[in-house]
């Protein structure tokens, strides 16, 4: 049998916000969408690649002597990698001793990443948790997510998949029965506004969440709560009444916007867009979580 490799750009032990129970989260490397608010870029490339902390570079100069390609350079101590040259070989990250590099993302295989998994069992067992993948996007890398759910399904794990709802509906029919529920995102029920806000339209997305509902996982609505962005009555309202009408309502965690990832943009030399918005105030929550639960779902805001 072939060994299924996956691009790995962290795994997360004692998880407590990614499904029931403890768990450990394992998160793919690779998205379609580009979420203006992302607050994990690194999670955006399919691919490995290098980030620098400036705050920790002392300027020596050794990654730009090792570098096979000369893709550093530092220019009146700005320093400055030229990632289309970069082929990620993380020669310069071996010699930094300052630890300002560092390359994000791993190949590894199913058997590797469910050895890692398996060391948390207890705790699963004990809390009711198990196993998330999230990304990223899991939706690109199917064979792997499926394979990995399954063999932690057969292990005994509570399994979860954690998805934006974009990607290929054969490749989220490859993963759905081998989990126990789905975390689904929705930032925006207009197709143009979705597209402004993430690159892409949501009518795959909402396609596909369609097809979890019939398939009968359960399925937990996430939605961002960005102010200005998406965060309107009438969003809102859209949001509770497409999942009101779905057979099988689930619940809704409403998720308060933050800048916690905005420091990994300079580290990967990409803008923050949203460096002005702030996080919504309890108001704003409050009313978000009323008018959901105006349609008779349940609601949670998640801090
Ligand atoms: S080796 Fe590390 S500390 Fe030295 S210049 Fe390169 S990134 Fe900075
Ligand atoms: S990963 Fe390799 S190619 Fe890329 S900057 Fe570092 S040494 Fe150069």
Request: aromatic letters at 6%; hydrophobic letters at 35%.
């Amino acid at each position: 049998m072939s060994t299924i490799i996956g691009t790995i750009f962290n795994i997360q032990r004692y998880s407590l916000d990614d499904g029931p129970g403890i768990r450990t989260t394992v998160f793919l490397k690779g998205c379609p969408l580009e979420c203006l608010w992302c607050s994990n870029p690194e999670s955006q490339n399919p691919w490995p690649e290098v980030t620098h902390r400036d705050a920790s570079c002392i300027k020596c100069g050794r990654c730009v002597e090792v570098c096979p390609v000369q893709a550093i350079s530092i220019n009146e101590n700005a320093f400055i990698i030229n990632r289309e040259k970069c082929t990620r070989c993380a020669k310069c990250t071996e010699v930094c001793s300052a630890e300002a590099l560092k390359i994000i993302g791993k190949e590894m295989s199913v058997e590797e990443v469910f050895i890692e998994v398996m060391r948390d069992i207890e705790y699963y067992q004990n809390s009711g948790g198990g196993i998330t993948v999230s990304g990223g996007e899991v939706l690109t890398q199917p064979e792997f997510a499926a394979n990995l759910l399954k063999k932690c399904r057969d292990a005994g794990m509570h399994t979860c998949l954690d998805t934006s709802g974009y990607g290929d509906t054969g490749a989220l029919k490859k993963i759905l029965p081998y989990t126990s529920l789905v975390l689904f995102d929705l930032k925006h029920m207009d197709p143009t506004a979705h597209h402004k806000l993430t690159g892409q339209s949501n009518e795959l997305i909402l396609r596909n969440l369609q097809v979890i509902v019939e398939s009968g996982v359960p399925v937990m609505i996430r939605v961002p709560i960005i102010p200005g962005l998406n965060d309107s009555e009438e969003n809102i309202k859209a949001i509770a009444r497409t999942v009101s009408g779905m057979t099988t309502a689930p619940r809704i965690d409403l998720l308060p916007y933050h800048r916690y990832g905005m420091g990994k943009y300079k580290m990967l030399d990409l803008e923050y867009q949203l460096a002005d918005i702030a996080r919504p105030s309890d108001e704003q929550l409050d009313r978000a979580k009323e008018i959901v639960e105006s349609y008779g779902l349940g609601c949670e805001i998640v801090v």
